[in-house]
């Protein structure tokens, strides 16, 4: 039987105030810029195979295979005779209609096998890090059904691609020094509202450090009763990975009853666990994911691991990442960049370009955001578009 300090887990030391492990530093930048490079392409790839056919939990593989191989490829050799940590930050999740976020199906389970269909809407999200520096995107496509000038997309969902757009466009300009997460929330509001469309509650947007996926400091999409944040005020190299979570329902989100397999190690956490599967899990996390999220499809013995997981959730020695989905019918898009804020004033933005909103109906034909009511700069020109001061990754 284990003791509780072989429980213990051995967290990454990482000083809070050290400028080396900042965006000061050029080799974090490049390594941000090289975790990007990666997201990118792993989305990007993925993209590329949702058909009509493919299975759900072959994508979510897939995604996870290509991080790992191009992430092998970099950074070999070895710092103070240690290998640079580096792969998936977040595994690949695919997310399908009313489905919102966190679908990463083993291929054993019926959920794995389950098919898509042409015009399902699939939310593809996914995150890698370089030694510890994460980069987190996501985007959403119509499977075999791309827009095209001649059939735009109309009517509701239109409303949430445009809608989504504005947003993240609004966070490249609000997310800077001096700004708070407020004012964020209140355009993101008003943009919602404009569109006639509904934020998706519990959706926040955190701030991310080295090995740190989820921070303190957080941006909530919308806010309620049940859920409210601190107030803050945005520094210079800071790291934030932006979420914007919109349905055509009401934007209440309820846990599904499908298995979850999403989990991140809590790490102030002990306790002596008494099945050998556990202990096999235990021991796994604490080896190969003592800090980031990860996904029972990760384990070499997968049914040991599914197993174990229910003891090590049950004394919450793990987070689970529930799957969530909105009311039956309900069409959900989900957008994500990652943001550092560079030293010199400039934002780098870590985003793909959505191909889908290439081909939404024109502004003319939707309902404009009030663009007057939202927090200056933004009603300047009537202009969301990424100004000079803020750039976005080039696609590959």
Known sequence: MASAEENQVAVPQVPDDDDEFDLSNSDVCTKYR?????????????????????????????????????????????????????????????????????????????????????????????????????????????????????????????????????????????????????????????????????????????????????????????????????????????VYCVDVGLSTGDGKCKQSETRTTVFKRAVDKSYRLKMKASRYLFNEVNNKFPTLPFTLRAFDDEKSARMGVVECQK???VTPYPVLHEKEGAQVVHFKFTLLLLPSGKNYRVQQKSATLKHTTKMGATRRPALHSLPLPLCRANNLTLSSRAFLVPCV
């Open 34 to 238: 090289e975790a990007g490079r990666i997201a990118n392409l792993a989305l990007q790839g993925i993209k590329g195979q949702v058909k009509e056919g493919a299975t759900i939990g072959s994508l979510c593989k897939f995604g996870d295979t290509v991080i790992a191989q191009l992430c092998s490829a970099i950074y070999q050799k070895k710092v103070n005779g240690k290998a640079i940590d580096k792969g998936v930050a977040f595994p690949t999740c695919v997310s399908v209609n009313e489905v919102v976020c966190h679908n990463c199906p083993l291929e054993s389970d019926a959920e794995g096998l389950v098919a898509l269909k042409a015009g399902d809407l699939v939310k593809v999200d996914l995150a890698v890090h370089i030694d510890g520096f994460i980069v987190a995107v996501a985007d959403t496509l119509k499977c075999d059904a791309a827009p095209t000038p001649e059939s735009p997309l109309a009517g509701e969902e239109g409303n949430l691609f445009r809608a989504a757009h504005f947003m993240q466009e609004v966070a490249s300009k609000l997310v800077r020094p001096g700004r708070s997460n407020e004012e964020v929330t209140m355009a993101w509001e008003k943009i919602a509202e404009s569109f006639g469309v509904s934020l998706v509650e519990g959706t926040l947007s955190h701030q991310m450090k080295r090995y740190v996926i989820d921070g303190n400091k957080v941006i909530i999409g919308k806010r309620d009763h049940t859920m409210k944040v601190d107030p803050v005020t945005f520094e210079l190299n800071e």
């Open 315 to 317: 004394h919450e020695l």
